[in-house]
Structure formats: structure tokens, C-alpha cells
């Protein structure tokens, strides 16, 4: 029963370095998401996926690119770090409209 | 960006207190409300669903006042193992693909 699988769960990258967040659900869900959760800042969507096959960015997508790869996949990459996005990332998916979300365990990565 | 303000905290309480948090909310058309609670370097997890005039799980209790525009979570008989942030959420569009999460408030329950 895993629910949302994020990996990795930890990454430092250096200035310019690229990467792939990756996440995976087995719920079923129509609705994927990407957020980015900082001390003070709250937890701030980037991208989502309201279903298979459509993206949309959210507040903070500045930087970042998405692919949904299939229903149960949605992978978000940094195509060239930066400092600014060390955070803590979730993933999270939910059934649709009105539904709560479940999250994964997060990502915390680290830009030097 | 639609707002949802709460109360940073920490409340610090001892076992056995009840505890109230607030949250006000800037979208008026807002209709499903969640409290979500999360563990220190743990991910979200849903605690509670808010529909219509609130509900009741167990000592948790959400009520909505929709004239106010705040939704509000009861905690009865406070366990230490209550001590968690606790996020208040309400969607974020008028589609309500989306959510918006508050900052959370702290709660820290003291033997």
C-alpha cells in the first residue's frame, strides 16, 4: 500500500546542475501536484496536472518543468539549479475535484 | 494569491487541555475546507475534511462560519502525541483543481 513514492529523498546539486524529481502513485488518481515547502513560506504549488495528459503552471514555476508521463507518474525537473531552490519538495495526487491530496515523503535538496 | 492566514504559534499546552486554531480564508466562493496535520520533517497528512457547517472526528472538531469567512479546528483531551503543525487548506480556483495551505500553526502538548 504506497500510496505516493518520491524519489530521491535526498539530493545536493551544485549551482547549474540539472535533475529529475521523480514521483509515482498507485491510487488512481486523476490529479497529480508539485510543491515546494519552505521555512516561513508555507508550502507553495509549482505545477500540476489536473489529468493524464495536461500540465498547468501554479504559483512558483519559475524554473522548473514538468512531464506526465502516464497516469500514475509526474516527474519535475530543474534544468539548471540555482540556490534559491533548496527547499523540501512534495508530491501529491488526489481523485479531483473537492478531494484532499496525499502526499509523498518529500525530496530535500540542497543547491551549492 | 488567494490568502488563508492563520496563527503561527506555538500554542503550548499541557495533556488533557483543549485548544482551538483559527484560519480565515480571502475566498469567498470557497466550498470544501481541509485541516491537514504534519510531523516535524514529515510530509502533509489529511486530518480532517470541512463541509458545510463543520464536523466532528472523535476530539477533533472543524466548524465553518462562511458569513466570517474562517474555519476554525477543536482539539479535546490534548495528547502528546497531538504536538504537530497543523495547516489549514481551502481551494485555491474557482475549479478547486487546486489547493492553497496555510503556514501552519504549531501545536506543542506538554506532559
Known amino acids: 500500500n504506497a500510496g505516493v513514492t518520491q524519489t530521491p529523498k535526498f539530493q545536493v546539486l551544485k549551482t547549474g546542475q540539472s535533475m529529475t524529481l521523480q514521483c509515482a502513485q498507485d491510487m488512481n488518481h486523476n490529479s497529480m501536484y508539485w510543491y515546494r515547502q519552505d521555512p516561513g513560506m508555507g508550502l507553495r504549488l509549482i505545477y500540476y496536472?489536473?489529468?493524464?495528459?495536461?500540465?498547468d503552471k501554479g504559483e512558483v514555476p519559475n524554473g522548473y518543468n514538468v512531464s506526465r508521463l502516464n497516469k500514475r507518474e509526474f516527474s519535475l525537473r530543474l534544468e539548471s539549479a540555482a540556490p534559491s531552490q533548496t527547499s523540501v519538495y512534495f508530491c501529491?495526487?488526489?481523485?479531483?475535484?473537492?478531494?484532499?491530496?496525499?502526499f509523498g515523503s518529500g525530496t530535500r535538496l540542497t543547491v551549492v | 494569491r488567494k490568502e488563508v492566514e492563520q496563527d503561527p504559534g506555538p500554542f503550548n499546552v499541557p495533556e488533557g487541555a483543549t485548544v482551538a486554531f483559527n484560519c480565515t480564508y480571502s475566498n469567498s466562493a470557497s466550498q470544501s475546507f481541509f485541516w491537514y496535520r504534519q510531523d516535524c520533517r514529515k510530509e502533509p497528512k489529511l486530518l480532517m475534511s470541512?463541509?458545510?457547517s463543520g464536523n466532528e472526528d472523535g476530539r477533533f472538531t472543524a466548524q465553518l462560519n462562511r458569513a466570517s469567512q474562517y474555519i476554525s479546528l477543536l482539539i479535546r483531551d490534548s495528547k502528546l502525541s497531538d504536538s504537530a503543525t497543523y495547516l489549514c487548506v481551502v481551494p485555491w480556483d474557482s475549479g478547486y483543481s487546486t489547493l492553497t495551505f496555510g503556514k501552519g500553526t504549531m501545536l506543542l502538548v506538554s506532559p
Open positions: 470541512v463541509y458545510s
Open positions: 501529491a495526487s488526489s481523485a479531483g475535484t473537492g478531494s484532499g491530496y496525499t
Open positions: 496536472s489536473a489529468s493524464e495528459g495536461t500540465t
